[in-house]
């Protein structure tokens, strides 16, 4: 604030009690005239000097100040009126020995407080011409006159000298006042902005803007340290500085930054100019920090205890000659960094809590999901969604451990949003399998740094870069050992143990939960499958064969549908007994699946006869299958209980083909079943394709 504001303030302060005292002042110079002995012509210039101390309190307190306020001209215009009022004075009561004189000290005092050095001598220096103008005007001679007027003159320029140095004090501690009482309140506002929100990606930025405003700088950011890298979350800049100050670095690596290392292994307040940076490395680290228009900073270690949480760094454009950063700018950013830094903790272990809080009641959440899902796709989709709001990463894993294969089948698979098939991955490879051979958790916190310690090497699952950090637990343990859950992020030191602890209590419920979803998925297999022969029930394999047919409907995808039914099987039943004879249906069915994809479906119709259903696949192609099935059972040994062998058995099949013979999987139904019927009218053993009458051969 400039000088004179804050003379203008004491003045304001001053002005009632000064008006009374005017007042007062004026009451007592009529009590004064009225009680002098005067009389005629003097008294009547007595009560006109009178009137005119009264107007001038009028025109100046009621008046003048009002309208005009506080101004330079109206300050010097009362030391004027002041000093021409008691020369006045002193003119028309000197003869009376009354001390009017004395009041020229009152003026000169005002004058230094008020207008400061140059006022109170420019006060002084009137005051004392008003008062040798009235000793030679009116011939007050007496002896030592000379010697008085020159007391007169060292007394008012001393009292100048002591008005202007009390004015300047009481300037300096309004200044003084007026810079402590802003400090106090940017404290209390850094308060008030980072205690409003628990989220401090939000309250730092805010807190940036009012540093920049407050202080008066150029350029304000903060950063707090995360492991190994100090992460700016506040930056604000004067408009001038828009343009270039948001390509600053947002994410520092300490131990690459020469600046705010040198902070770390000390800290302390640290001033820096770029221009006598001595090197070029030096120069490219103050560019990193800040824009190229800053010419000097000040970096700031913000701590908590005996802990760094982060730094605060502010910049100044201006060139270093002017006033940059002061003694008192420094002890208030040193002040400022220490309410900071306890102020940010605080709101740090109050997230924290938060964060806590969160994750309980997402285990709680899990909990209740895993007792009440027993579905295991909408069990993984459940847990990608909570996991996905207490462990934000990039990529998210849930595999399966198959023993038999020894592979890993990743049934959960999202990478960077991109959903992805399932896959399987060898047990023997990558982190997913090391996870689950060693069953113990694994935490990378950065590939790059770590990749010549890691246990294996990585293998990228999803898109084809490599992951930076990665964290993946096994579900389950020793013979009960399903598979593992695993998060992975494209950034360096994204996840913390408290991640993995998270991550490890879920996948100790999760073990559980997938045993029963498994379990249920199983029951539901077993369901859809005729328990004799393993092949599809009649009503699962109906619905299969009416969805493969609407799939192939847009493209017109070849499907065949081969209906068989074995040859004379009562009499297998009748002969040789129903065991046998359910041994032979499960041989027909092994036949089948030993010459058909795994993409085509075998089901039971009922009884002895059978459905097949070939995809993608000519109608040459499904008679070779039909011919190689026939072979097959044709070159069957069976043997009775007593050693006596037993004639092979043979199958009549009927084949039609979608979309060649029907537009439908119940026209493809009937036409195969008509084909069948044509194949066993011609004495059986035979393979007929619908309206041909040759059929295969």
Not at 29 to 37: C, E, S, T
Not at 388 to 413: C, R
Request: with cysteine; charged share 20%.
């Amino acid at each position: 604030m400039r000088t004179f504001t804050l003379r203008a303030e004491i003045f304001r302060r001053f002005l009632k009690p000064i008006k009374y005292i005017s007042w007062i002042a004026s009451g007592g110079l009529f009590l004064l005239l009225m009680l002098l002995p005067t009389f005629g012509r003097q008294k009547m210039l007595f009560l006109a000097f009178f009137a005119v101390v009264v107007t001038y309190i009028v025109l100046v307190f009621y008046v003048f100040i009002p309208r005009f306020g506080i101004r330079t001209w109206i300050h010097y215009l009362i030391l004027m009126a002041n000093v021409a009022l008691v020369t006045v004075g002193y003119a028309l009561l000197g003869e009376y020995y009354i001390a009017v004189s004395s009041l020229y000290v009152i003026v000169i005092l005002l004058g230094g407080i008020l207008e400061g050095k140059t006022a109170a001598y420019l006060t002084a220096f009137f005051s004392f011409l008003g008062y040798i103008a009235v000793e030679n005007l009116f011939d007050f001679s007496y002896r030592f006159q000379l010697l008085s007027q020159g007391t007169h003159l060292i007394f008012f320029m001393l009292t100048a000298y002591l008005g202007s140095t009390l004015g300047e004090a009481l300037i300096s501690y309004a200044r003084d006042s007026q810079r402590k009482n802003a400090d106090l309140a940017m404290l209390l506002d850094a308060s008030l902005v980072v205690s409003s929100s628990a989220d401090l990606t939000k309250a730092l930025p805010e807190l940036a803007q009012r540093i920049l405003a407050g202080l008066p700088i150029s350029f304000v950011r903060i950063d707090l340290l995360e492991g190994e890298k100090a992460v700016c979350y506040g930056l604000a800049a004067q408009r001038t500085l828009l343009s270039t100050f948001r390509d600053t670095s947002q994410e520092i690596i300490l131990h690459d930054s020469l600046i705010y290392s040198r902070v770390l292994a000390e800290p302390r307040v640290t001033l820096c100019s770029f221009d006598q940076l001595q090197n070029e490395e030096e120069r490219s680290a103050f560019l990193e920090l800040f824009p190229g228009e800053i010419k000097n900073c000040c970096i700031v270690p913000l701590i908590a205890g005996q802990q760094i949480v982060g730094i605060l760094a502010v910049g100044e454009a201006r060139e270093y000659d002017r006033e940059i950063f002061s003694e008192n700018k420094l002890d208030f950013l040193g002040t400022l960094a220490n309410h900071l830094a306890v102020v940010i903790e605080n709101g740090r272990l109050h997230q924290a809590e938060r964060q806590k809080a969160k994750r309980l009641e997402i285990l709680y959440e899990i909990a209740k999901i895993f007792g009440s899902t027993i579905e295991m796709g909408e069990l993984l989709e459940k847990i990608f969604e909570l996991l996905n709001q207490v462990i934000p990463a990039d990529t998210y894993f849930v595999g399966f451990l198959d023993k038999k294969s020894q592979m890993v089948d990743i049934e959960l698979l999202i990478d960077d949003g991109i959903r992805y098939e399932s896959e399987k991955v060898p047990l023997n490879e990558g982190l997913i399998g090391y996870v689950i051979r060693t069953q113990k958790p694994l935490l990378i916190h950065s590939l790059k740094v770590e990749w010549e310690n890691l246990p294996v090497k990585p293998i990228p699952l999803g898109q084809s870069k490599m992951s930076e950090s990665w964290m993946g637990v096994p579900v389950g343990k020793g013979d009960h050992l399903n598979g593992i859950l695993a998060v992975a992020s494209y950034q360096p030191n994204a996840f913390t143990e408290e991640d993995l602890s998270m991550l490890i209590n879920v996948a100790q419920q999760a073990k559980l939960a997938f045993d029963n979803a498994r379990h249920h998925a199983e029951v539901e297999e077993q369901a859809r499958h005729d328990s004799l022969t393993g092949a599809l029930n009649h009503r699962i394999f109906l619905e299969k064969l009416d969805l493969a047919v609407e799939e192939a409907r847009p493209h017109s995808s070849p499907l065949s549908l081969i209906m068989m039914d074995v040859d004379f099987f009562k009499e297998y039943n009748d002969t040789y007994g129903h065991v046998l004879g359910d041994r032979i249906l499960g041989l027909v069915v092994q036949a089948i699946q030993s010459h058909i994809k795994s993409k085509d479906m075998v089901g039971r119709w009922g009884g002895e006869e059978f459905g097949i259903a070939v995809m993608d696949a000519s109608l040459e192609e499904v008679c070779k299958v039909a011919q190689r099935i026939r072979e097959t059972l044709a070159n069957l040994n069976l043997e009775s209980e007593n050693g006596a062998a037993i004639p092979a058995p043979t199958v009549s099949q009927g084949i039609a083909c979608f979309p060649l013979h029907a537009q439908g999987s119940n026209e493809l139904v009937e036409k195969a079943d008509q084909a069948l019927y044509r194949a066993k009218s011609a004495g059986r053993d035979q393979i007929a394709v619908f309206g041909e009458e040759e059929g295969c051969h």
